[in-house]
C-alpha cells in the first residue's frame, strides 16, 4: 500500500484528477449540452482521456528522474525517486505510462478517421521529456513549453472532437471552440504565472546546479514584478468580458435574449474570480520566502480551478 501511494504522489494524481477535471467538464457540459453532432463518444472520450492522463503522468516521472538533485534541496523531505522507487523502477513506469498512452492516442486518431492527430500525443511526450531533460532550466522557454501544453491539452478537445464533424455557425461548433480556446488561453496564462512561481519557490536547489531559469537571471523582486504584471494583464482581459456581460444585461432588447456567461449571478463569479486575482498580486508583493511562493503556488491552482469551474456554472444558469 505504501509503494502504490509513493507512486501516486510521484505521478501527481492530485494534479492528473485536475486535469481530467477539466476535459470532463469541457466535454460534457459544453460540447455534449450545445451540439448535437460530436466525434468522441463515451467509449472514444475515455480513451482519448487516458491517453492523455498516462503521458502527462509519465511526463511528471521523467521529471523527477531529472531532479534528482535539485530536489536533495528542493524536497528534502518529499523526495520519492531514490528512496521509495528506484531510478530503474521509475524509468520503467515511464516507458510503459508513455508506450500505453501513445497506442491508445493513435486508436483514437484512427477511429476517428485522423490518423495524423495520433502524433500529437508523440508531440506531448517528447515535449515532456525535452522540458525535463533541457529546457525546465532553461531562461522562461520551460515555463512557456508547460503552458502551451497545458492549453494544447484543452485545445485537443476542439481537434479531436469537433475538426473531424467540421466547425462551422451552422452547427453551433465555431462558438463552442471559440469559448474553448478562451479557457486554453486562461489556462495558459494561470499557468505560466505558476510555473514562474514554482521557479522562485525553487530557486535554492536550481542555483546549486546553475540553472538559467527566469528567477535565477532576474532575481526575486524582477520576478514577482513579472507575477504581477502577467496577473495584472490578466485581470484586465476578465475585465474586457465583465464589460461585455454588464452591456448585455443593461442593454433594452425589443426581444429577451439569452447569452451563455451573460446573467446577474455570471458576473458576481466573474468578480470572485477578479478578487482572487487581487488577492494573488498582494501576497505575491509581501512573499519573501519558500513557504510564502509555496502558497502562492497552491493558489494559483485554486484560481484556475475556479475559472475552469465557471464553464458547468454558466451552462447550468443559461439552460436555466
Not at 492530485?14 to 463518444?41: C, G, R, S
Request: hydrophobic share 50%; proline share 1%; net charge positive.
Amino acid at each position: 500500500m505504501n509503494k502504490f501511494l509513493e507512486f501516486t504522489k510521484l505521478i501527481r494524481l492530485k494534479n492528473l484528477i485536475m486535469i481530467a477535471l477539466i476535459q470532463v467538464l469541457i466535454k460534457y457540459t459544453l460540447i455534449n449540452v450545445y451540439l448535437d453532432n460530436f466525434t468522441l463518444n463515451n467509449i472514444r472520450f475515455s480513451f482519448y482521456l487516458i491517453a492523455l492522463i498516462l503521458i502527462v503522468a509519465a511526463g511528471y516521472i521523467i521529471n523527477d528522474i531529472y531532479d534528482i538533485e535539485t530536489d536533495k534541496i528542493n524536497k528534502k523531505e518529499n523526495q520519492i525517486i531514490g528512496n521509495s522507487i528506484s531510478s530503474k523502477s521509475a524509468f520503467n513506469y515511464y516507458y510503459l505510462l508513455n508506450f500505453i498512452g501513445v497506442l491508445f492516442g493513435f486508436y483514437i486518431a484512427l477511429s476517428i478517421g485522423k490518423t495524423a492527430f495520433g502524433f500529437i500525443f508523440i508531440f506531448f511526450a517528447f515535449s515532456l521529456w525535452r522540458y525535463s531533460k533541457q529546457h525546465k532550466t532553461s531562461f522562461a522557454t520551460g515555463n512557456f513549453q508547460v503552458a502551451f501544453l497545458t492549453a494544447l491539452s484543452i485545445i485537443n478537445l476542439i481537434l479531436f472532437d469537433l475538426v473531424p464533424i467540421g466547425i462551422n455557425n451552422e452547427n453551433g461548433s465555431l462558438m463552442i471552440s471559440k469559448i474553448i480556446m478562451f479557457y486554453a488561453g486562461f489556462s495558459f496564462i494561470t499557468t505560466l504565472i505558476r510555473e514562474i512561481v514554482k521557479d522562485i519557490e525553487d530557486l535554492e536547489g536550481d542555483q546549486k546546479i546553475n540553472a538559467k531559469t527566469l528567477a535565477i537571471t532576474y532575481g526575486l523582486k524582477k520576478s514577482k514584478n513579472i507575477v504581477i504584471g502577467l496577473t495584472s494583464a490578466t485581470i484586465i482581459c476578465i475585465a474586457y468580458f465583465q464589460y461585455f456581460q454588464y452591456s448585455v444585461i443593461s442593454t433594452q432588447f425589443e426581444y429577451e435574449i439569452s447569452i451563455w456567461g451573460v446573467n446577474d449571478i455570471s458576473i458576481i463569479y466573474t468578480l470572485f474570480l477578479q478578487v482572487l486575482f487581487l488577492f494573488f498580486i498582494c501576497k505575491t508583493f509581501k512573499a519573501i520566502n519558500k513557504e510564502d511562493f509555496h502558497f502562492l503556488s497552491m493558489l494559483s491552482k485554486i484560481i484556475m480551478l475556479v475559472g475552469i469551474l465557471s464553464i458547468p456554472v454558466f451552462t447550468l444558469l443559461h439552460q436555466n
